[in-house]
């Protein structure tokens, strides 16, 4: 892969850069596409810094058509592209669109049935694939494979940094693909987030040298209004996302399509529970309409999630970083941080999902805790002291306290190669990998502490919150993509009237005291309450989650959550589903299997009545039942003394039934 470049033919450059308008059906190709592009027809190996929307894949392919064109079938003209790429999800969405365009493309990994052998324009593949000794014996060492492939492009590559060090391996032994592929290909290595210092780390690392080219554009995003909110109730409650049900709203279409991202999945689980439970009905907006994305679902039903995206069907999504890497949601209008991602460069890669038309106008709000914006005011204090004495503060030493990083939300993303699958994530593996890149860790730790100190900054500044972002992407400096449109907000700093902040108060519909008289369940009763639920969970597991070895019954219904049921089954049979909310909690599918757990425990009490219990409840009947009586004896009494005083000496005429002389009750 080198950076000498080639004769070009202007002509066939033309028809190239109309016949890639024409087949992703745009008007004509932005300029860094034209210069990224035409560097790899070049040969030029170029660092290719655009944003999130920007449509850098459409670059990937120039070469491909300066070459080749849909329906031809010309062996000559049979060029091929690699594609390293992070995400299966990302990698099939990407070859099904060019599959749709008339591309002839695959993503060859684990769950693909596709072949080495078949032909194809664009291969995608992910780091682990690409490094592997069959797809080296299959494909590299393929001679047709060599004098066919025109270039190589790493997608996502932030990922080199923030995953390679310590998490997956491969992508920090991506220089050794180079060295297996002749040295006249050229490769294009983009993302959306490459500081400075991080572009120059991943030259290092892929030995590209200085010389490499370099196409870089501002990822600012002038249509996307930021802004910072302190959490007003626990975390925990989720009681802050009320502000998406404002009063005046009534009907689904006026609901901007949101993502909701969390740093860990049983949190975006909870999220689409709280969601659906407290949408208020007057909104139109169907239970259903809001959803969670992450790992661990089945491909099958992450596909359907991405579909009813697309369609705009679901209107809210709360999810990990398994959502949204590189694809193609143009709907979503407002994106929310629920607690600060793992990096700065997480945070903009999740903003920049947000509104993916520059014409149109969206939201990112992060929302932290009290705990959290104190630690950042201080950190950002503490940096603006250390400024004085730093050039631009790349030296300053990583931070002892890593472990204070929210959880890690690239574990949550992974859902990529049986080489690097579920089954070693937290596993002696990582810690191994970690040791033996001891030395490899201290050169990316400069590059966290000036990520983390820019990211305090943003969060922390009564400044416009730009300033830190463009400061550390050295925005200035690039090319500008649009102009802010017509009615744009810039942050919450700046415009503070156009930011107001809701003050949430919410009354508890759910009781939250069981109350007295409930009782404590016989040994005989909680010991066949436990047994059924257990029996149940396993039954839901085999039904709902078939075929499958990561949603587990205990992550449906965990074993404390049943101890606790079989407990109380008085205040469950009581309270119904409203006793998951406080009294029992119970977050994971209370929406979808409340109603039969809370049958369970009924029909078990009813088999295991508690005599203690029943006794307790015959007297209560009794005393009701004297009270009662009591109460009717001094009305029957009442009514006696009041006739007796009416007819006493009272004188009636017999014949007429007339009163002659009124009695002493003179009524």
Known sequence: MSTSARPIDTERLSRARNRLAETFGITTLREHQELAGQNLILGISTMYDVPTGGGKTLAFY????????????????????????????????????????????????????????????????????????????????????????????????????????????????????????????????????MPNKVRLSIQYKLGLGKDCAHVAVSNVKPNIAISVRIMQHPQNTYTDLMFLFPPDLHDVANFPQTLIYTNECQVAEEIQDFLRDRCPPTTGIPPDAFEFYHRSIDEGRKKIIQDGIRSGFYRCISATDALGMGMDFRGIRHVILWTEPRSFLSFVQKAGRCTRDFTELGEVILFITKKSYARHLVESELNEELDDGANDGDEIPAPDDEHDFPAMDRIAAIDIEEEQDEEVIGSPQIETQQSRRGRKK?????????????????????????????????????????????????????????????????????????????????????????????????????????????????????????????????????????????????????????????????????????????????????????????????DYRRRLISVFNECWDAIYELTTGEMVIEGQGKN
């Open 62 to 193: 120039y070469p491909l058509f300066y070459y080749w064109e849909p329906g031809n079938e010309d062996p000559s003209c049979q060029k091929v592209v690699l594609v390293i790429s992070p995400l299966t999800a990302l990698m099939d969405s990407q070859a099904e669109e060019l599959l749709n365009r008339g591309i002839p493309a695959v993503a060859l990994h684990s769950r693909s049935n596709n072949s080495f052998d078949e032909l194809f324009e664009v291969i995608f593949l992910s780091p682990e694939k690409a490094l592997s000794s069959e797809f080296h014996e299959k494909v590299l060492k393929n001679f047709v494979f060599k004098d066919s492939c025109i270039a190589v492009v790493i997608d996502e590559a932030h990922c080199i940094i923030e995953w390679g060090p310590d998490f997956r391996e491969d992508y920090d032994d991506l220089g050794k693909l180079r060295a297996r592929l002749p040295s006249t290909i050229p490769v294009l290595i983009a993302s959306a987030t």
């Open 442 to 634: 201290a050169a990316t730790s400069a590059i966290e502490a000036k990520d983390r100190r820019f990211f305090s900054c943003l969060i922390a500044t009564n400044q416009c919150r730009r300033i830190p972002w463009n400061e550390y992407f050295g925005n200035e400096s690039k090319m500008s993509l649009f102009p802010a449109p017509l009615g744009a907000r810039c942050c919450d700093n700046c415009n503070p009237d156009l930011f107001p902040a809701e003050f949430i108060t919410i009354k508890s519909i759910h009781p939250t005291r069981a109350g007295r008289g409930l009782g404590a369940p016989t040994e005989q009763l909680k010991n066949a309450i436990e047994k059924a639920l257990r029996s149940w969970r396993s039954h839901i597991i085999s039904q709902d989650y078939p075929n499958q070895q990561i949603i587990t019954g205990r992550q449906i219904l965990a074993d404390d959550v049943i101890e606790r049921i079989a407990s109380r089954p008085g205040a469950v049979v009581k309270y119904d589903t409203d006793v998951f909310h406080s009294i029992i909690p119970w977050h994971f599918g209370v929406v979808q299997y409340g109603s039969e757990v809370v049958a369970i425990v009924t029909k078990q009490s009813e088999l295991f009545p508690n005599p203690e219990q029943q006794a307790r409840e015959a007297a209560a009947r009794e005393r009701a039942y004297q009270q009662l009586t009591n109460a009717s004896d001094k």
